[in-house]
């Protein structure tokens, strides 16, 4: 079956600075890659997702990229804030057929913004 | 803005209890799903249910397990008779096209079995 790994585990910026979480998948029949970030106390956000005809989204401060061949897609944040402090998850949405499936996530990464 | 909503936030619960969690999924999805997370772990799918029947679920997801959608508005997890080791956050999601459009999720419901 499907398996997300996520690196690294924690993250330490600068405010300002750039942030990159790295994730990788095992089944090539894959297709969509959420990402989700969660703060203390409260249930998953979606922030971003990707399909697997795109090679990479961008939304403000927040971009994925995917590549498919090397099965790989990361998370990019740029000029973070403190506010972006949480643990974020990826995930891999695999497809049994139809609309089938289910999402596999990732081990989560703390990111930590210092001010 | 819509939200997927869980009650309680908090459940303890003595070993071999029964207990339900409960969700409002968001109004016009059709898709729900319950995830669990052990404490520092991933989050683990468990379920999922469409046209009220389970369409999906996971080795986790055993015979004391159930789901139900009692009403037009409730998503029901129950856990029959619960042991440690389900002690979790349990997460109730909905979406409306299937899981890949990208789920929403509440706040969480933490199931204490003490």
């Known amino acids: 079956g499907e398996n997300v790994e996520q690196h690294p585990s924690t993250l330490s910026v600068q405010e300002g600075d750039s942030a990159v979480i790295k994730c990788t998948y095992s089944?090539?029949?894959?297709?969509?890659f959420p990402w989700y970030k969660q703060e203390l106390g409260k249930g998953p956000q979606l922030i971003i997702d990707?399909?697997?005809?795109?090679g990479e989204k961008k939304d403000q401060r927040i971009a994925v990229t995917l590549n498919k061949t090397a099965k790989h897609f990361s998370l990019h944040i740029t000029e973070t804030q403190p506010e972006d402090s949480a643990v974020y998850f990826c995930?891999?949405?695999?497809?049994?057929?139809?609309?089938?499936?289910?999402?596999?996530f990732g081990k989560g990464t703390k990111l930590s913004v210092k001010p | 803005e819509p939200e997927v909503t869980q009650t309680p936030s908090h459940q303890v619960t003595q070993m071999g209890q029964e207990v339900i969690l409960r969700c409002v999924p968001i109004?016009?999805?059709?898709?729900f799903y319950w995830y669990r997370q052990i404490l520092g772990q991933k989050v683990e799918f468990l379920v999922s249910?469409?046209?009220?029947?389970?369409?999906?679920k996971s080795e986790i997801f055993d015979d004391q397990f159930s789901v139900e959608r009692p009403d037009g508005s409730n998503f029901t997890l129950k856990i029959r008779s619960t042991k440690l080791e389900d002690s979790a956050m349990y997460f109730c999601?909905?979406?409306?096209?299937?899981?890949?459009?990208?789920?929403?999720f509440g706040q969480g419901t933490r199931l204490t079995v003490v």
């Open positions: 249910f469409y046209n009220n029947e389970i369409s999906e």
């Open positions: 109004s016009n999805h059709l898709y």
């Open positions: 999601a909905s979406s409306l096209e299937g899981e890949r459009v990208g789920a929403f």
């Open positions: 089944d090539s029949a894959s297709n969509y």
């Open positions: 990707i399909r697997s005809n795109v």
């Open positions: 995930a891999a949405f695999m497809n049994y057929g139809g609309s089938q499936g289910n999402l596999i």
